[in-house]
Nanobody, 121 residues
Framework: QVQLVESGGGLVQAGGSLRLSCAAS????????MGWYRQAPGKQRESVAVITSGGSTNYANSVKGRFTISRDNAKNTVYLQMNSLKPEDTAVYYCKLKGRLRSWYNEYEYWGQGTQVTVSS
């Protein structure tokens, strides 16, 4: 059974930093993309940052230069370092990965339960 457990959210003042972690349990044959998404109240969920299995990254324009995504493949863990936080970064942050449990299995998307990030002005 696959479970993604996120940690690191909380309340921070504008200009501060937080580091989110997401660890995936379960035995994967392969993990492809890993990423972070967020959903603010009344808004649609949006992509924040994605990292491929090869280490290529892609960021939303709103977080470029402030957020850094990284991964530890040995630990099946993805991180999001968030610096210079702004009140508009306030949202529930979700991690997601695309992976295959066995070589003959289809690739599936797995989501974490979400962690709240609140940035006060």
């Amino acid at each position: 059974q696959v479970q993604l457990v996120e940690s690191g959210g909380g309340l921070v003042q504008a200009g501060g930093s937080l580091r989110l972690s997401c660890a995936a349990s379960g035995s994967f044959f392969s993990i492809n993309d890993m990423g972070w998404y967020r959903q603010a109240p009344g808004k649609q969920r949006e992509s924040v940052a994605v990292i491929t299995s090869g280490g290529s990254t892609n960021y939303a324009n709103s977080v470029k230069g402030r957020f850094t995504i990284s991964r530890d493949n040995a630990k099946n863990t993805v991180y999001l370092q968030m610096n210079s936080l702004k009140p508009e970064d306030t949202a529930v942050y979700y991690c997601k990965l695309k992976g295959r449990l066995r070589s003959w299995y289809n690739e599936y998307e797995y989501w974490g339960q979400g962690t709240q990030v609140t940035v006060s002005s």
